[in-house]
């Protein structure tokens, strides 16, 4: 046994001797010693390069903020009827002079570590990741309030890398060249709080109308809710989500230990008072069609609030200006100064769906609230027209379908529900009656009788197709328009009966345009035939009875001095009066925002409005009569028998049929041949003697 090996212990592993392991390892430890070097040449080159970059930044100057330029909104004419500008809403006050509850509220919501950080925010980013990561979607941001600021004064909204690179840059120059509290007076002063309010000075004298630094703590957990999203959170728009966010900051504020949970509470429960918007600024025309403007292109076609306000895009729309003017002061005058009762007026272009007149209500500035678009007010015997179509469409009834106007209870439901529609202050006739008949008195019996005959499901179906999208139920009420309808609704559809049967969807913007004259946006016309012309000429022919003798709409016939077609509705709330003539189609509404009775007097206001306004509207254009289409037949009826008449007839009445749904049989109470069948020559001279005798009543008023 050698001496090496005794040492090992006898039959013991081997060792390789100290200098012999040594020596293995050298290669190791000499290329770990390089590593160690490269490693700390590497982190020296990027600790000069990230120094000098930061001296860069340092010395650099910051680039001048982005110059806003005014946006504009144009009507059918070209001229512009309202701006978009943020300089024209913004004041800038000193830090000191916005009060330090605002302050607080916006650093508690929007930057918790704003005095701590170097411009971002690392734990609210990493949180924010967290939370994105877990939701797979972007939940959460963590800008901070130099972020922001950069963003807002430097650079654009667009989300590509090179922005955010940049924004990342300027974020850094800001904390450089800025005290925290210089930053934080720069962002109070130009964050937007919408409604064209730029600053904390601005957004209180438009929202409470008083200074900044008089702001409370309630207003100011309010207001310091509404930047992170104004269409949102803006009191204005949707109080209940500027409360709910009010009170998030306010319980923010108190977990931070800003404010004692106790004074969260109560600045909750506040009740707020803000000034009515528009008393300052918003003034001039159709207010509420620019507010319908500015609703479609940012919540519709989704132009950025702050492109709207500052890019100097421009809104090409529908409005006529004249024909707006004449609604305005035919709602001015229609309804009297010191009355409470309210109305709702919108005109459209059945031939090209153009909007050209809207008024939401009788003053924006005290209520900005757009009854054009309400959807709770019941459009009565407005509404049977679309029942009228749909029989008219099936072939059950025709214009001389007869239905006995007299008390009727009528059962459905197999059987087991019944339903007693009365008339209006229980006029009856007590007889027999046609469909001209029914829709010039606006007979109740004759219209449940039709929808019995019809069925309620395809009434609501063709309400459907002309665009009525309000919530119905298939039951023989409908058929007196109990079920709520917005007067925009009704308006589209009537003008699809003035339209040959063709539905046109109303259109208010035609193009957007940014400051380079690039289209961003421009209408494609959506059109779709719901019913064949001669059907919508058949019914238009029956609705021109409604303001002859006899016809709910007799008392201002006088003062429309050209054809038109319409239906009034009148329920214990509500009175309307939706008609067309072939260049436009307006539906009139006046009632109580309360839902209060109306009384006789001002249930008849609807009409008069109507009337005044198309007349008005249409001053420069000449009358024209309805379009006669083909497939439309003119004949002589016995109004009693609902037959053709016969020539020696003493009570004979010109009426239009589609083609083949005439009657053939002759009134046997007279016994001769019929005075004129398929729209012979006779016919064709009553029906122009009839248009004459318009057109002279226009010419001699």
């Given amino acids: 046994m050698s001496w090496y090996r005794f040492r090992q212990g006898g039959g013991g592993k081997r060792r390789l001797p100290l200098a012999i392991r040594a020596e293995r390892w050298m290669p190791l430890l000499r290329r770990l010693r390089k590593g160690l070097i490269y490693m700390a040449g590497m982190l020296l080159v990027l600790f000069m390069a990230a120094f000098g970059f930061l001296y860069y930044l340092r010395v650099q100057a910051l680039p001048a903020s982005s110059i806003s330029q005014t946006s504009q909104m144009l009507d059918a004419q070209g001229h512009v009827m309202d701006t978009f500008h943020a300089g024209e809403n913004r004041q800038s006050v000193p830090l000191k002079e916005i009060s330090p509850y605002l302050v607080e509220a916006t650093l508690a919501i929007e930057d918790q ?347 609501i179906d063709m309400a459907r197709k002309l665009g009525i999208d309000s919530p119905m139920q298939p039951v023989p009420s409908l058929a007196l328009g109990t079920f709520p309808v917005s007067p925009f609704e009704m308006a589209s559809a009537f003008g699809t009966f003035a339209n040959a049967g063709v539905r046109i969807e109303p259109t208010a913007i035609l193009r957007i345009e940014d400051s380079k004259g690039e289209v961003l946006y421009e209408a494609k016309q959506a059109q779709t035939t719901v019913v064949d012309a001669a059907h919508a000429y058949v019914l238009t022919s029956l609705m021109e009875s409604v303001f002859e003798t006899g016809g709910t709409g007799n008392r201002v016939s006088a003062t429309i001095k050209r054809p038109v077609a319409g239906k009034t509705g009148t329920t214990a709330t509500d009175a309307w009066l939706v008609g067309y003539t072939p260049e436009l189609a307006t539906a009139v509404w006046v009632g109580y925002d309360k839902g209060r009775k109306l009384t006789p007097v001002e249930a008849h206001r609807a009409a008069p409005i109507f009337a005044s306004y198309t007349e008005k509207a249409l001053s420069a254009v000449p009358p024209k009569i309805f379009p006669l289409p083909d497939g439309v037949v003119s004949v002589y009826v016995d109004p009693e028998s609902g037959k053709l008449a016969g020539k020696s007839c003493p009570n004979r009445r010109l009426e239009s049929f589609v083609s083949g749904t005439q009657p053939v049989e002759v009134c046997g109470a007279h016994g001769d041949t019929a005075a004129s069948a398929n729209g012979d020559s006779d016919a064709q001279a009553a029906q122009s003697k009839t248009w004459w005798k318009q057109l002279k009543r226009w010419w001699s008023n």
């Fill in 113 to 459: 570590r704003f005095f701590s950080h170097l411009g971002f925010d690392m734990k609210g980013m990493a949180r924010a990741a967290l939370v994105n990561l877990e939701h797979f979607s972007r939940q959460q941001g963590a800008s901070t309030l130099t972020q922001q600021l950069a963003r807002n004064l430097y650079l654009t909204h667009e989300r590509t890398w090179s922005r955010k690179l940049k924004e990342a840059m300027y974020t850094i120059q800001l904390e450089m060249h800025y005290s925290k509290d210089e930053i934080l007076d720069m962002y109070l002063n130009q964050i937007y709080y919408g409604h064209g309010a730029y600053g904390a000075e601005a957004a209180s004298e438009l929202y409470y109308g008083k200074h900044a630094s008089e702001l409370t703590l309630a207003e100011s957990a309010m207001l310091a809710g509404i930047p992170k999203g104004p269409k949102y959170y803006s009191p204005y728009m949707d109080m209940k989500n500027a409360k709910d966010r009010q009170r998030t900051i306010l319980q923010t504020m108190a977990d931070q230990g800003i404010i004692q949970l106790s004074d969260a509470k109560a600045a909750g429960a506040e009740m707020l008072n803000f000034v009515p918007l528009g008393t300052s600024k918003q003034t001039g025309l159709a207010p509420y069609f620019r507010d319908y403007v500015r609703y479609l292109a940012v919540d519709k076609l989704g132009i950025d609030e702050r492109l709207l306000s500052e890019g100097g895009i421009r809104i090409y729309t529908t409005l006529d200006p004249e024909a707006q003017r004449a609604a305005e002061e035919a709602v001015a005058a229609g309804i009297p100064e010191d009355s409470e009762q309210q109305a709702a007026l919108i005109s459209i272009d059945p031939r090209t769906g153009y909007i050209k007149a809207m008024v939401g209500g009788r003053d924006y500035k005290k209520n900005q609230y757009n009854r054009v678009f309400a959807t709770t007010r019941q459009p009565g015997s407005s509404f049977k027209p679309i029942l009228y179509l749909t029989a008219l469409q099936q072939g059950s009834l025709s214009p001389v379908s007869q239905f006995k106007s007299a008390p009727t209870v009528f059962t459905y439901d197999d059987g087991r529900q019944t339903y007693a529609p009365s008339n209006y202050n229980n006029n009856y006739v007590n007889g027999l009656i046609d469909m001209r008949q029914a829709i010039a008195s606006s007979d109740n019996i004759y219209a449940v009788n039709s929808i019995m005959k019809v069925g309620p499901e395809n009434v």
